[in-house]
């Protein structure tokens, strides 16, 4: 029909979908998923609740949903470091660039910050088991990295939690109508996180970022408490 | 009166004032400041709203509260830093030692995450350049490093939002009731963020927080994501 000129019936359900997807977890991470309603995702598209009912179930489905996806870009990520990063170090550097970079393009926040107990039904708890698997593969790499010489002899645990700290507390700062460009700060944020761990570490770090444009960031756009 | 065994009406009303602090800042990090309510903070203090009300006007006052107590203990723990520390990174690593071990005695959580725009009203504005005059004081401080030569070539707002974000995902993992002690979490974690800064980085960190203990973790209780 229109000879594929305009998207099929299927794509657009998918770019819809992909559109709700992405205002949601804009929304939760400004407001905290408990705090939204799924009246503010519908407003931050411009449609009705109504409209938004015949793709969503309800709020604890499009948390899920966010939740699952970040947790596929971050699995990928850690996919594509593990096929191409030389040490272990290297995996775990490309696997949280990449993650950020992608949640940035495909999400609009770096990373979903949920609160304790977030999630609800039988689905949530297979979203917790993959978390934790998530989880278990970058200690697997920590340990890795210990036995390979690129990191230093550590507790993987510890690590792992500073990294992704490190990592998800970019939500909190960063703007992507700010100066400073996804690529940027992936670079700059898990260059100096991982250096902590870096069993030969680097004399220098990136040390501006945007000369031209530093001063003009507006003080509520980037803040880190 | 009663030869003062029993405490005056001035310190019954501080100490219940602190409790209601401290449960609040627990209600808040576990459900998000938007998503909880007055009555659960009373609900988790065992009292109705309505007594909850005798001291405090609304859940606004009480995230502003808690959100002035936390840069109280953590402009005074960088004071003991600035104080104490020889170099600029060591004052760095006192004043967030500090900050975790003060935050989980005083409020019963390592940090306070707020939503973006959580605070409402005028005194809002002035916790806000609280906050930011906090982050300035430690961006001067990683400066300071990169002159005393205890800190790397780096760029001090990453280096500081790293290290903020480190501490503040403490609460999304740290549990008072698990094997880890808040000096031991705090110790370890502080150790492993600011070694990514430091200028002469140790060679080995915090290896073994707990052996006998920790398998005994449950997974819902420590997580990183």
């Given at each position: 029909?229109?000879?594929?000129?305009?998207?099929?019936?299927?794509?657009?359900?998918?770019?819809?979908?992909?559109?709700?997807?992405?205002?949601?977890?804009?929304?939760?991470?400004?407001?905290?998923?408990?705090?939204?309603?799924?009246?503010?995702?519908?407003?931050?598209?411009?449609?009705?609740?109504?409209?938004?009912?015949?793709?969503?179930?309800?709020?604890?489905?499009?948390?899920?949903?966010?939740?699952?996806?970040?947790?596929?870009?971050?699995?990928?990520?850690?996919?594509?470091?593990?096929?191409?990063?030389?040490?272990?170090?290297?995996?775990?550097?490309?696997?949280?660039?990449?993650?950020?970079?992608?949640?940035?393009?495909?999400?609009?926040?770096?990373?979903?910050?949920?609160?304790?107990?977030?999630?609800?039904?039988?689905?949530?708890?297979?979203?917790?088991?993959?978390?934790?698997?998530?989880?278990?593969?970058?200690?697997r790499l920590v340990a890795e990295g210990m036995a390979d010489?690129?990191?230093?002899?550590?507790?993987?645990?510890?690590?792992?939690?500073?990294?992704?700290?490190?990592?998800?507390?970019?939500?909190?700062?960063?703007?992507?109508?700010?100066?400073?460009?996804?690529?940027?700060?992936?670079?700059?944020?898990?260059?100096?996180?991982?250096?902590?761990?870096?069993?030969?570490?680097?004399?220098?770090?990136?040390?501006?970022?945007?000369?031209?444009?530093?001063?003009?960031?507006?003080?509520?756009?980037?803040?880190?408490?």
């Amino acid at each position: 029909m229109w000879n594929d000129a305009s998207p099929s019936r299927n794509t657009q359900q998918a770019m819809k979908r992909k559109a709700i997807l992405r205002a949601a977890a804009i929304v939760f991470t400004r407001q905290g998923s408990r705090g939204a309603t799924l009246e503010d995702v519908a407003g931050s598209l411009g449609v009705s609740k109504a409209a938004l009912y015949r793709y969503v179930v309800n709020k604890n489905e499009l948390i899920l949903a966010c939740q699952e996806e970040a947790l596929d870009i971050a699995d990928r990520a850690l996919s594509l470091g593990e096929e191409t990063g030389r040490t272990a170090l290297d995996k775990i550097r490309i696997g949280l660039t990449t993650y950020l970079v992608e949640m940035i393009a495909e999400l609009g926040v770096p990373a979903l910050i949920l609160e304790d107990n977030a999630l609800h039904g039988a689905e949530a708890e297979r979203t917790y088991e993959k978390r934790d698997a998530y989880e278990m593969r970058m200690r697997r790499l920590v340990a890795e990295g210990m036995a390979d010489g690129s990191i230093v002899a550590t507790e993987p645990k510890i690590a792992v939690f500073m990294l992704l700290g490190a990592i998800h507390w970019v939500s909190k700062w960063y703007r992507p109508e700010g100066p400073w460009t996804p690529a940027q700060v992936a670079h700059a944020i898990v260059e100096i996180a991982s250096r902590a761990l870096d069993a030969d570490p680097a004399t220098q770090l990136t040390t501006c970022l945007d000369p031209a444009t530093a001063d003009h960031q507006k003080r509520k756009e980037h803040h880190a408490f």
